[in-house]
């Protein structure tokens, strides 16, 4: 594993600055949180680091490699997934074949040797199946593996969307408000999950979320970004307790996030 480094990102829209020289790094093995009020730049770092957005300056690396010099479609080649803040999943699909999109770029079948069941078409189709209905247990979703997606509750669907994120073996995986929509018990049972993911798959995690106490419980170090400029970086007890933290998020008159 890798740590991952962005150092000076910025990048504009219309004028409008949404990362201003924004430097910070995820060591590998750790739960990262990225925090900071809405419009603070966290979707839009994302969307730089999962190459969706080019940057105007700066690099993002993981370990030696360049993120920059990737296209959207290659990142996961190097072991980086995502989900996204509105969950985007085939909802006409079931459970199980959307997490078996998810093994897509690890497959060496084109549509040829699809089309015409080629050699080696039929194992790879098993592995697939097979990896996938392994995270799909991991994660608790054995009884909706052959559901539709459509009409399954929120949190069921942003559960299916990790397990796709998941299913290709990554060793980074940036989860993008994964706690939005929850009701208090599938908080907790998302916290544990996001500690196993670390602990059980050696998976390093970025995780941007509005929810302070889960950021907090659950993170080994946090960032705060706010007005698209870093703010504070450091371990949760540190950064509650930064002046400038405090008064982004709650006015100076406040004395802590918690």
Avoid at 4 to 21: H, K, M, P, Q, Y
Avoid at 42 to 51: E, G
Avoid at 73 to 100: D, Y
Avoid at 165 to 171: F, G, I, K, Q
């Amino acid at each position: 594993m890798s740590d991952l480094v962005t150092n000076n990102i910025s990048i504009s829209f219309g004028g409008i600055v949404a990362l201003d020289r924004v430097s910070f790094s995820v060591h590998a093995g750790e739960i990262m949180g990225l925090i900071g009020p809405n419009g603070a730049g966290k979707t839009t770092l994302f969307n730089c680091i999962s190459r969706f957005y080019i940057p105007h300056e700066g690099d993002i690396r993981l370990g030696e490699v360049s993120l920059l010099e990737l296209g959207p479609h290659e990142i996961i080649h190097i072991g980086i997934t995502r989900t996204f803040q509105n969950v985007e999943l085939f909802k006409q699909m079931t459970v199980l074949a959307n997490v078996m999109v998810g093994m897509h770029s690890r497959m060496k079948m084109n549509f040829l040797r699809q089309a015409f069941w080629l050699p080696g078409v039929g194992r790879e189709e098993r592995h697939a199946r097979h990896r996938a209905l392994g995270i799909i247990e991991y994660l608790g979703l054995q009884r909706f593996t052959y559901t539709m997606v459509e009409g399954l509750p929120l949190g069921i669907q942003k559960r299916v969307e990790m397990a796709r994120a998941l299913v290709s073996e990554p060793t980074f995986v940036m989860l993008d408000e994964p706690a939005g929509g929850l009701n208090r018990e599938e908080i907790k049972e998302l916290e544990s999950l996001l500690r196993r993911i670390r602990d059980d798959l050696k998976i390093t995690v970025l995780l941007v979320e509005h929810h302070m106490s889960l950021v907090m419980r659950v993170s080994d170090r946090v960032c705060v970004l706010n007005f698209g400029k870093k703010i504070a970086e450091g371990t949760p007890a540190v950064v509650q307790q930064n002046p400038a933290v405090i008064e982004a998020y709650l006015g100076t008159e406040h004395h802590a996030i918690t």
